[in-house]
């Protein structure tokens, strides 16, 4: 199992190199060479659990990986940090089956590939000779940079950089990096949006000079973002699992489609779903759901991704991105992996902010279904499912089910669907909570933790527990231009 770049043919990358390298040296992501096919039955996959379905999906793409050392990554990376044994649980209401992808450290869906990702990095490392210490380099709309600080903090060998939009996350995402322990964390606010946090991210990987000034200090660049194959192919796993999990549950027979809907941004996650169809897994209809920053919707209805336009702040603040990275994944799969097609489409896109795909390439994507829902929708959504259906839904969730409930007025689907459930509620307790009832406006996010607890009458999640009053770590702000300059200053 080899893999290449999407925007060069490499015909000698493992996956332990991609995962080391994470970006292709001119700037394309790493995609597999050709797609593994399952290699076993949905009768087997139903009595799996989470950390077997993990290693028999993860081992057909890492079969350079030993299966000892895999198992290793797998063991260590879901355990007890989550909070269910389950890992993943599928949680069935009234009118929605959702796939819970928040029981992890930071409880939100990047600890599904962030908490395996430092194994198989260490893994990585190991395999290749590699002796520098691996600097991981990240920006974060919120929930990336916890969960990757999470992953890394403490682990030898590496160093793990953090830049997050200063006024772009939610309180409780801010105050979860910020109080981050570990010698070998760094956490910094920007002043700019993510979108520009992640373009100076990708300028400084992409800096040829200081990549050799680092080298000569003993550190190599990796990184944690969603275009690191080896935080794609962990998220591949969940939808092997939640379809194991509606089988078990009655909810549908082996062999029958199942329909996913995806609160998307760097769209990481849904593309984690087209890599399990492509593997043989029976997913019929893939609804990409975004907020307001609907460039999603506006490229899977008309072909056309153009980013210019106003750029929105919204309660779903981990979906507030217009340039969705793994989308060039996508675009070199539907493009019968031409390398050339994605230049020239991303060539389009960084002068002129958009690009336009062929039609060949759209009917390859018939199987998406675009949405968005506003703030305003998203919050009647949280306040409906939760006084009909007792269930309290985050924002960016309650994004994916608001698009859902629309894809059926307007389709009549009736097949079976998992709505895939990005982030515990405790973590956007103001919007939620005032969605909810808007007496708790005005209320401090961190009041409203025992609020909401009150109100669904459930435990506090362990990483919510006195987080008001934990101990600031990290008081760095900068400006955009001020990004290198800091990664500079971390590593003397
Ligand atoms: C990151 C994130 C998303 C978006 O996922 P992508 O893989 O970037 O599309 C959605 N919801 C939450 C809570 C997130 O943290």
Partial sequence: MLYTSTRQKLDNITATKAILQGISNEGG?????????????????????????????????????????????????????FDTKEIAPLVHTKTGNFLELFHGPTIAFKDMALSILPYLMLTSKRYNG?????????????????????GFANVEGTKII???????VSDVQKQQMVTTEGDNTFVVGVKGNFDDCQTTVKEIFGDKEFAKELADKNYKFSSANSI?????????????????????????????????????????????????????????????????????????????????????????????????????????????????????????LKTEGKYTITDTMRENIK??????????????????????????????????????????????????????STASPYKFTHSVMTAVDEKYDGISDFELLDHMQKLIEGDMPKAMDHIATRKINHNTVCKVDEMKNMVSKFLV
């Fill in 228 to 348: 690191n194959i080896g935080r794609l192919i962990p998220q591949v796993a969940y939808y092997f699992a939640a379809y194991g999990k509606m089988v078990r549950d009655g909810k549908l027979k082996a062999g029958e489609t199942m329909n996913v809907v995806v609160p998307t941004g760097n769209f990481g996650n849904i593309l984690a779903s087209y890599y399990a169809k492509q593997m043989g897994l029976p997913i019929g209809k893939m609804i990409c759901a975004s907020n307001s920053n609907k460039v999603l919707f506006d490229f899977f209805t008309s072909g056309t991704y153009d980013r210019n336009r106003a750029f929105f702040l919204t309660a779903s603040p981990s979906m507030d991105i217009l340039i969705s990275s793994n989308l060039e994944r996508l675009l070199y799969h539907i493009s019968g992996e031409s390398t050339e097609t994605v230049n020239d489409l991303m060539a389009s």
């Fill in 29 to 81: 992501l790493f995609v597999p060479t050709n797609m593994p096919k399952m290699d076993f039955t949905i009768e087997e996959l139903a009595n799996w659990s989470y950390q077997e379905v993990a290693y028999r999906v993860m081992g057909l793409f890492f079969d350079e990986i030993k299966d000892e050392d895999l198992k290793y990554c797998i063991e260590h990376a879901y355990d007890d940090k």
């Fill in 367 to 420: 199987d998406f279904y675009g949405g968005y829902a506003d703030d305003e929708t998203t919050k009647a959504y949280i306040k409906k499912v939760f006084d009909e259906e007792g269930y309290l839904m985050d924002t960016h969730t309650a994004v994916a089910y608001a698009v859902y409930d629309k894809y059926i007025k307007e389709t009549k689907d009736d097949t079976p669907t998992v709505i895939v």
């Fill in 130 to 150: 590699e002796e520098k210490d691996i600097v991981i380099l990240t920006a974060t709309s919120g929930d990336t940079g916890k969960a990757a600080l999470e």
């Fill in 162 to 168: 953090v830049f997050f939009p200063q006024d772009g």
